[in-house]
C-alpha cells in the first residue's frame, strides 16, 4: 500500500527532526536608488552554509505591516512561510520594501533589487522565491513579472494580479506609484502581473478566497487560466467561501507546490 503524505505533515516531521533553533538578523543598508537607510530582516535556518547554493524565500508584508510581520506573526501565512522556509533549509529573508505601504513601487523594486544582489554575495543565494499575503502577493506577482531572471518561483496569497482595475487602497498605491492611474499608467501595468502572463516563466502559486473584498480574487483567476493556457507551472487554491486570509495549511501547500517545481539541486538543501 502507497502512504501520502500532506504537505503540512512532511514540513512538521522536518521541523521535529531539525530542532527550532533559527537566528534573525536586523540588516540595514543604504539604498543605491536614494542614499535612505533601508533594512530587512534575514531569517537563518539551521544548519545554514553560505559556502553552498542557497535558496532564500523573500517574504513580503501586507499593508499596514514591515519587515517583522512574517517574522514575528503567527496567522496561517506567515509562520506557513516560515516554516517551510525552516523546514527546507532556505533563508528566509523579509524586506521593508519602503513600509508600511510598497505596492511594489519603484523605490521598493530597487530596494529589493539590491537586497537580492547582497543575500547573493553575503550568503551564497542563487534561487529566489518570492512570496507574500495581501498587498506583499500583489507585490510577489508583480516583482516576478517585472524580473522574471531574478526569480525562481512565485507564491501570491490573497494578492491581486491586476492593480490597473484595484480600487483598494488607490490613495497609498498612487503614492507608491508616483500618480494616479492617469498620471503614471506604465507604472501600474507593468506592475498587473495578468497583463504581462507570458513573463511568468517560473512556477506560480495563489491562494484566492471567493468571498475576499478587500483583495477580490478575480485577476488571479483569470491569471491562473492565461498561464494554464501557457503551458506554465500554475497552482490556485481557491475557497469559495474564503475571505481575505490563506491558512497555514494552504500556505504550506502553495509553497511546497512552488519548491517542488523547482531544479533539483535548488529545491532541497538535504533534508
Known amino acids: ?13 522536518f521541523l521535529a527532526a531539525a530542532g527550532a533553533l533559527r537566528s534573525a538578523d536586523d540588516v540595514p543598508f543604504v539604498a543605491r536608488l536614494d542614499k535612505t537607510e533601508q533594512r530587512y530582516v534575514v531569517v537563518t535556518p539551521t544548519g545554514f552554509d553560505a559556502k553552498r547554493a542557497n ?46 505601504a510598497s505596492w511594489m513601487g519603484p523605490a521598493a523594486e530597487a530596494d529589493v533589487l539590491q537586497i537580492l544582489d547582497e543575500l547573493k554575495e553575503k550568503y551564497g ?69 495578468e497583463l504581462h502572463a507570458d513573463r511568468l516563466t517560473m ?29 506554465r507551472s500554475v497552482t490556485l487554491i481557491h475557497r469559495p467561501d474564503g475571505g481575505h486570509a490563506t491558512t497555514y495549511a494552504d500556505t504550506v501547500e502553495a509553497l511546497t507546490a512552488v519548491i517542488g517545481r523547482l531544479p533539483k539541486e535548488d529545491a532541497d538543501r538535504g533534508r
Open 1 to 13: 500500500m502507497t502512504r501520502s503524505f500532506s504537505p503540512v505533515a512532511v514540513v512538521a516531521a
Open 55 to 100: 535558496t532564500a524565500v523573500v517574504a513580503l508584508h501586507g499593508h499596514g505591516s514591515d519587515r517583522w510581520q512574517f517574522v514575528k506573526q503567527d496567522r496561517g501565512e506567515c509562520k506557513g512561510t516560515r516554516d517551510v522556509a525552516e523546514a527546507r533549509g532556505f533563508l528566509l529573508v523579509s524586506p521593508d520594501y519602503r513600509a508600511k
Open 125 to 193: 543565494v542563487r534561487r529566489v522565491v518570492v512570496a507574500g499575503g495581501s498587498m506583499g502577493g500583489t507585490a510577489a506577482l508583480a516583482f516576478a513579472a517585472l524580473h522574471p531572471d531574478r526569480v525562481a518561483g512565485c507564491v501570491s496569497l490573497n494578492g491581486t494580479a491586476n492593480v490597473v482595475e484595484y480600487e483598494g487602497f488607490a490613495d497609498a498605491i498612487a503614492a507608491a506609484y508616483g500618480g494616479t492611474l492617469r498620471e503614471r499608467p506604465e507604472v501600474y501595468r507593468s506592475r498587473s502581473a
Open 203 to 231: 512556477p506560480v502559486a495563489m491562494t484566492t478566497g471567493g468571498k475576499d473584498t478587500v483583495v477580490p480574487p478575480a485577476s488571479c483567476l483569470r491569471l491562473a487560466e492565461k498561464l494554464k493556457a501557457l503551458g
